[in-house]
């Protein structure tokens, strides 16, 4: 059964720094992985999405890699801001004919003006 | 496209009454996915559908709960009898193919008092 983990749990920086996400799965026999932020009381909206072919990808200020065999992704944020605060939770889309998404219980980010 | 479209928003209910949540996923999208988020257990598949099919409804706790997929544009999970123990958010998401982005719809946050 596919395991996500997301350490740590909470991180707190302040505004401007770059900082860097991380997700490990335990069977790396994936079809992809999502990256999804969420906000207090809101949907989990998606930030980027990297298939189990690809080494990394880019949206803005974020850069998300996938290391499949290491069963690691991290989730890079480029000086940061304000409005970066939200959990972030990755999903993998797991291998063996499953294509279901299993989450891993996220990281809580705080940027600190 | 409007996106993932879920009602109600919000749902309270008293124990032993029936619930129904229901979900719109946006046009074309073949895959359907029940999910429920607790800060206990973070986010967890309740249930997929691939064409209106139900693939695996291994995550549904128990038989008090149910999903049907009539059509392509509409989806189901009733809860009956309701527990205060199922208090939760309940959130549907859709993607089109097996291996394609997800989105989520913004949620049920439904209470059992």
């Known amino acids: 059964k596919q395991e996500v983990t997301q350490i740590p749990a909470a991180l707190s920086v302040p505004e401007g720094e770059n900082l860097v996400l991380n997700c490990s799965f335990t069977?790396?026999?994936?079809?992809?992985l999502q990256w999804f932020r969420q906000d207090p009381g809101k949907g989990l909206t998606s930030l980027l999405l990297?298939?189990?072919?690809?080494r990394e990808q880019t949206s803005g200020r974020l850069n998300a890699s996938l290391d499949k065999s290491s069963g690691r992704s991290t989730l890079y944020i480029a000086a940061s801001q304000p409005g970066d605060s939200a959990t972030y939770l990755c999903a993998v889309n797991s291998g063996a004919g499953s294509y279901q998404l299993t989450f891993g219980k996220g990281t809580k980010l705080s940027v600190i003006p | 496209d409007a996106g993932v479209i879920q009602s109600p928003r919000h749902e309270v209910t008293e124990m032993g009454q029936e619930v129904t949540l229901r979900c719109k996923p946006i046009?074309?999208?073949?895959?359907l996915f029940w999910y429920r988020q607790t800060m206990m257990r973070g986010l967890e598949l309740l249930i997929y559908?691939?064409?209106?099919?139900?693939?695996?409804d291994s995550g549904m706790p128990e038989d008090r709960f149910s999903a049907k997929m009539p059509n392509a544009s509409f989806s189901t999970l009733k809860i009956q009898p309701s527990e205060p123990r199922d208090s939760a958010v309940y959130f549907c998401a859709s993607r089109r193919g097996q291996t394609a982005e997800a989105f989520f719809g913004q949620g049920t946050r439904l209470t059992v008092v």
């Open positions: 046009s074309g999208h073949d895959y």
């Open positions: 990297i298939q189990s072919s690809q």
């Open positions: 069977d790396s026999a994936i079809y992809n």
């Open positions: 559908f691939n064409n209106n099919v139900p693939i695996d």
